[in-house]
């Protein structure tokens, strides 16, 4: 359809009035061509008449073109005003008013007023009126013709075809109209149906057991049903016109929060569960959708929220992962939990970097089936439960704690350190502080006398690699149980064994040195530093450990011990201050001997050592001048500056320092520059294979060239054979040798007696 038409057919698009177009073109066409051909036939013919009703049907023919043009507006007019316009021409010949053409006026009147709308019926009313006045006006001054003589079948033929057309357009309006009730009254049923879901819809959200909550696109709150007010305790005006985030998300924490308003943002729905708060400050816990409402046209116009109180669903599900997670008895957590922890611990796929060790411990009461049994399962209960008190609170904050089954009890240890032995020293170290609980006095309500108790304990250490399994984890400690149990009873064992072992023994000894050194196992042995003449100039102290069960212990065994913990600091004290008594003695005062102590990197940088030896010397009254300590490299590697400000500090003292084994570690000539240090030790690795070994000599002959330069004196250690000691002197004539070849460690008595008699019987006398 064409623009033009458009505007012409705008008010036309009902199909009655188009059938009316249609039907009022055909009988225009129909009555005037019927009626033209009839006159034609007259005789003597009256041209103009038949023109005229010709003139009428051809307006029909062509309203009937306009109108399959689909130009209905234009066609309907041309039907009205040009049949008007010939039937008048008609009805000026045929006599006006005398004639029978009058008929056909209210007939266009009825089509204009369907067809054309009020405006043009009434002035089609109007103008037929004026004419018909003229048609009596002229009438009565006798101006218009005679009524001509008929021809009986055109006027049958005209009579038929009026009352058809109008029958025809009153029928047509008819249906029209009976139509338009018809619509007019399913939309009234419809709208009440309508209107009927509504309310029923409206009762629905406001009766719904959930709470519904309607916001406008700012998050006002324009609707909440009655089940919100119920469930949050506020009133309605309360909350109505205000941000439902005050009210309905405040349990959301904000990255939450950022995800529920990006979703709403791009028209999408959001679900997700929130803790909010009720009016009394109680929390609600709700699984809560927000959804965009839209309108018909896609538009966004509302949220809404839908609140389904989820508090007792998860407090039933809190209570079953309870149940399922932990003992009923003890309220401890279960295996179950147990495993759930360690697969937590294993190491991620794809990490690199080293992986933090753990210990998992499994704990068995011994004896308790015999007790059980003796005393029932009520005080066997009892005894479980307090336990597990006991263990739980021995158990360092981020251990865990746990009971497998019956009288079994798992550990899990945390983080126990960088390598596994360290880890391992720490779980046996542990194992032992809860063996020490256990075995503390139990009283049992419904006990007279309290009960001491011991257990078996296995020990594993988890994840030994990126593929340890729990399971395999969980079956090592059990192991590790079973062949403590067979130990029988109140004994730690390991799955790995040699760690086991090297654990068991380091532990062992940390825990006996410590008592050793209150209880004076600990002998000063002194070993001799002698000068090309075979002068004894010096003497080194070693320590030793006089042990009640395994006899003298070599400091090989315990000093790397003592190392990794601040035993290596009362250690070292106690050696220093006996080695001023010893230099204050008169076996030092006589003669030019110098003694040298070895001190330990941890002991020198304790912050009051210098304060600590000053007050040692001053106590003893020993002669500064002749003490040594001797340092080894490691010792410097840190803090390098508060290092060398500490020496200068001891050596304004008097105090000198030798670096000992010096050859093994950095070697470093920039800072022996730096570094107040007097003597060099050459390690006794280098002299042993001296003589023989082009290497080993090369690099004793370099250290003394060393030694040479900054002016330091040289001792050579571990000097056992002739030709080494030959060899030493043949380099470096001023060297100091120690080593078997002149003398062993021997205990301080026995040095005094050699090198000193005077003062050892002077000793001997005092005694
Ligand atoms: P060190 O300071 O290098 O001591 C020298 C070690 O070599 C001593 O071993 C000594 O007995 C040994 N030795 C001496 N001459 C010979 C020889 O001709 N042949 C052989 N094979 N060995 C010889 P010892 O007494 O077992 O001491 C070992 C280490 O323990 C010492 O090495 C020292 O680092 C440490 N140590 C000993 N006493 C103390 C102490 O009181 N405090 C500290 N911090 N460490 C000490
Ligand atoms: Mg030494
Ligand atoms: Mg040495």
Partial sequence: MTQSATAFSSDFEDVTTQHLVRVAGWGVLLIGCSIAMLLALDTPVQTGRVLFNLGAGLVGGLALVLARLRHWRLAAHLLVWGVWLFVTLVAVRNGGVHGPNLLNYPVLIVLAGWMLGGRATVLLTVLTGVLFALFFWADARGWMPQVPEGNTLAYAVYLCGILLLTAAATLLSRRNYLGRVDDAQRTASHLAASEAELRKLLRAVEQSP????????QGCIEYVNQAYLLRTGYAR???????????????????????????LARGEVWAGEQVNQRKDGTSLAEAVVVAPIRQPDGRISHFVELKQDITERKRAADEIHRLAHYDVLTSLPNRSMLVEHLTGLQVPPGHDGPARVHALLLLDLDRFTTFNDARGSEMGD???CAVALRLSQQLPPEGLLVRVAGDEFAIVLHGLGGDMAQAGRNALAFAAQM??????????????????????????????????????????????????????????????????????????????????????ELRLFLQSQVDVQGQVVGAEVLVRWQHPRDGLVSPAVFIPVAEGSDLIVLLGRWVL?????????????????????NLSARQ???????????????????????????????LVIDDFDDVVAKMHELVALGVEFSLDDFGTGYSSLAYLKRLPIRELKIDRSFVRDASTNADDGALVEAILSVARHFGMRVVAEGVETQAQADYLVAHAPAIVCQGFLFSRPEPQADWLARCAPVDAALNENSH
Wanted: hydrophobic share 40%; glycine share 10%; proline share 4%.
């Fill in 210 to 217: 959930e709470s519904v909550v309607i916001t406008d696109l």
């Fill in 237 to 263: 005006d309360e909350v109505l016109g205000r941000s439902s985030a005050a009210f309905s998300s405040n349990g959301l924490a904000p990255a939450q929060r950022q995800g529920l308003q990006e979703t």
């Fill in 382 to 384: 009892r005894l479980l």
């Fill in 435 to 520: 063996q020490a609980a256990l075995g503390q006095p139990l009283r049992l309500q419904g006990d007279a006398a309290p009960t001491q108790w011991t257990a078996s304990t296995g020990i594993t250490l988890y994840p030994q690699s990126g593929e340890d399994a729990v399971h395999d984890a969980l079956r090592r400690a059990s192991t590790a149980l079973h062949r403590a149990k067979a130990l029988g009873g109140g004994q730690v064992a390991f799955f790995e064994r040699e760690m086991g072992q090297a654990a068991e023994l380091r532990f062992r000894v940390e825990r006996e040195l410590r008592h050793a050194i209150g209880a004076g």
């Fill in 577 to 597: 201050e006996q080695s001023c008594l010893l230099l204050a003695r008169p076996a030092f005062a006589g003669q030019r001997v110098r003694l040298s102590v």
């Fill in 604 to 634: 020198f940088r304790q912050p009051d050592f210098v304060d600590e030896l000053r007050q040692m010397l001053a106590r003893s009254g020993a002669d500064p001048t002749r003490l040594t300590l001797e340092v080894t490299e490691g």
